[in-house]
């Protein structure tokens, strides 16, 4: 069973043996409005954690997607790269941005789990 965590700067994480699928999440899409373009980091690109891994753009503004853990790029999500829209309707299951090998799995003792996160968001909202 996968384990889901969330960062601070509004980055899912699915953790899956040594493979973390990571995305934006539904609050982020909904501050940003409607996506029309993402640029995602390249296979075998080394990422670190809380650094720059894409970029994200919606009708109200452009926003770094950073990455909640140190690690390789495995996959990207070219589908939402040629959609830019699906991120907006499944922001935090199929509009995944990229999935990557973990470098250090103690990392992920800094992210929060999704009761954290949900009382992070409203009150950084509030």
């Not at 640029?39 to 075998?44: D, N, R, S």
């Not at 973990?102 to 996160?117: P, Q, V």
């Amino acid at each position: 069973m996968s384990d889901v965590k969330f960062s601070k700067e509004h980055e899912w994480l699915k953790l899956d043996g040594e493979i973390a699928t990571i995305g934006i999440t539904k609050h982020a899409t909904e501050m940003l409005g409607d996506i029309v373009f993402v640029e995602l980091p390249e296979k075998g690109s080394s990422v670190v954690k809380d650094g720059n891994a894409g970029v994200v753009e919606s009708t109200k503004a452009a926003s770094d997607v950073y990455t909640p853990v140190s690690g390789e790029v495995v996959e990207n999500n070219q589908s939402i790269v040629d959609d830019p829209a699906r991120i907006n309707s499944d922001p935090e299951d199929e509009a995944w941005f990229f999935k990557l090998k973990i470098k250090d799995k103690s990392e992920l003792d800094t992210l929060m789990n999704k009761e954290e996160y949900e009382k992070f968001s409203k009150e950084s909202t509030s």
